[in-house]
């Protein structure tokens, strides 16, 4: 009888560690993202409309990394466990032979920088693809919705940035085939319960439009995370009555979202991923 309660004793001692163990790590969590796609999305490298060689050599590049398996091999780069790549920029110079790339290194894990070098999918992607054609590499970093005009304007050869194919910006340059499906993820404060019972994008978007203008979703400027919220005919995106409160990128509205100043933040699945993972390991 006396082992009996013993035992007894020992597991709930077990049970009650375990529970307060559970208990502080969620609390401890700054913020989470709501695990329900809210929009269908493929990813593209952008290409300038006159360059219609160099669209073909990017069609048959991505084609060849997804059948020989290099890019499931980048991908686990940022997502297994392999190591991410360092990336450096050539200086631009019209005398050289270079594939210049325009993105915004704000968009971990597809690109970012760490010191002087680049790291993300897209950017160990252009760096094969310019070794493939025999060319030095320049990376231009700009602001995100710069990406697209700078390719068609010439000032870039190709727009790699985690780019959306959209009718608006296939007007502006060529899209490759798409070699990344993505989506919209809404993220929300550790404590917040809001969207814990949505089991669905219907769950979530009937709650969101019930929401008022008084309520801000924060996202990064011209992405897709910005016309969820402020509507969109090209995506099919109803206008939210909540207020959109656009950012340099999905960090800095992360770090509002904590700070009180948004309700929400809409962005893509893996930089939330990304930068949800990176503030609560500091938590």
């Not at 952008?46 to 050599?57: C, H, I, P, R, S």
């Amino acid at each position: 009888m006396k082992l009996l309660k013993k035992i007894t004793a020992v597991v709930l001692a077990v049970i009650t560690v375990a529970t307060c163990f559970a208990a502080c790590s969620k609390s401890t969590a700054k913020v989470k993202v709501i695990d329900i796609n809210l929009s269908d999305e493929v990813y593209a490298l952008g290409v300038n409309k006159d360059d219609a060689e160099l669209l073909t050599q990017a069609n048959e590049f991505i084609k060849e990394i997804m059948d020989n398996g290099t890019f499931d091999k980048i991908c686990n780069n940022y997502f297994g466990d392999g190591e991410p790549v360092a990336v450096t920029s050539a200086v631009e110079d019209s005398s050289k032979d270079q594939l210049v790339v325009a993105t915004n290194a704000e968009f971990e894990p597809f690109e970012y920088k760490k010191g002087d070098s680049f790291y993300g999918i897209d950017m160990e992607v252009v760096k094969a693809f310019a070794d493939s054609l025999g060319k030095e590499l320049v990376i231009k970093d700009m602001k995100f919705d710069a990406v697209v005009l700078s390719v068609q304007q010439g000032k870039a050869d190709i727009a790699a940035a985690g780019l959306t194919v959209t009718e608006d910006r296939a007007a502006q340059v060529n899209f490759t085939d798409s070699y990344y499906s993505a989506s919209q993820k809404i993220v929300v404060r550790g404590d917040d319960t809001t969207f814990d019972e949505c089991q669905t994008k219907e769950d979530v978007d009937a709650i969101l439009k019930g929401l008022d203008s008084s309520v801000k979703i924060g996202g990064q400027n011209g992405t897709t995370g910005q016309y969820y919220v402020e509507g969109s005919e090209n995506f099919g995106f109803e206008k939210l009555p909540a207020t959109f409160v656009g950012y340099d990128n999905g960090s800095l509205a992360m770090q509002d979202l904590i700070n009180g100043n948004v309700q929400y933040v809409i962005i893509d699945a893996a930089p939330a991923a990304a930068i949800s993972t990176a503030i609560n390991e500091v938590a």
